[in-house]
């Protein structure tokens, strides 16, 4: 029997898990493929208070798995395929390895890239076409890559691939951007990298491997296209919230998990952290915050009981 259940590895999870153990409660954190979440797949984390040096995704999530089995938290690397009785007083995560009971669950289950489903898309996806510059940037060193999305994400990747590709062109849709300027400073100033407006991609050619980005200008209707090895799809994500769907957690309309100010779900014992609920930032440190918050909520309902 467990205390709490966390259910993703992400920042939200660990952060969670600690704050958990450091409660006094037996826990439990279930990732379906590593711990890391997001965060991970970043290639520098410059905005998280106390690592000036500036980390990788992957060293900062390595340091919060640490810290959360310095504590003592169990981390399991399993998919959740069930849950009975969540509105119970004793609920029963199930996995393909087992099953384990518990007083509450944390939902910190994230986010992935949300995607344009334009043609060639799907075809082309890993054969130039990515959704991640730290995963696959690799893979177009020398060469010109296409970066779209007008975010702190989108910055970043173009900056990162900027490094080593021979030219780096971005889309957004608007003359407006979402990213901060700190960044969008950085990028305006890298003679490598080249920002496109009022501009969306309708879709990826190539035999076999991505050739050209297609593209429309919002503005004049004019069609042309960009020579591209690679392109970074950056247009924001979409929450991983299919347990929450099945037991019917409620949800905002893009499908984020609604919450109180205690991060508590509309089912009793059921809380969510991170970038899966509804929330104005989603960045690390706030994903750590929810973490902490989620964790001592559902230790003083375990308390209080």
Known sequence: MYDIIIIGGGAAGMSAAIYAMRGGMKTLVLEKIATGGQASKTYEIDNYPGFANSPSGPELMQEFAKHAIKHGAEIRTEAVREIENIDGDIKTVKTRKGEYQTRTIILATGASPRKLDVPGELELAGAGVSYC???????????????????????????????????????????????????????????????????????????????????????????????????????????????????????????????????????????????????????????????????????NYILSR
């Open 133 to 299: 510059a730290t995963c696959d940037g690799a893979f177009f060193k020398g060469l010109d890559t296409v970066v779209i999305g007008g975010g702190n994400t989108a910055m970043e990747d173009a900056l990162y691939l900027a490094r080593f590709c021979e030219h780096v062109f971005i889309m957004n849709r608007s003359k407006n951007f979402k990213a901060s300027k700190v960044l969008f400073d950085k990028v305006k100033a890298d003679p490598k990298i080249t920002v496109y407006t009022d501009m969306v991609a309708e879709g990826f050619a190539g035999n076999g491997k991505l050739e050209q980005v297609l593209a429309k200008n919002t503005e004049t209707g004019e069609r042309g296209f960009i020579n591209a090895s690679g392109v970074i799809i950056a247009i924001g994500i979409t929450p991983e919230n299919t347990i929450a769907k099945k037991y019917g957690l409620e949800l905002c309309e893009r499908g984020f998990i609604k919450t109180d100010m205690y991060l508590a779900t509309n089912i009793k014992g059921v809380y969510a952290a991170g970038d899966c609920r509804v929330s104005p930032l989603r960045q690390v440190v706030t994903a750590a915050a929810d973490g902490a918050v989620a964790a001592t909520s559902a230790i």
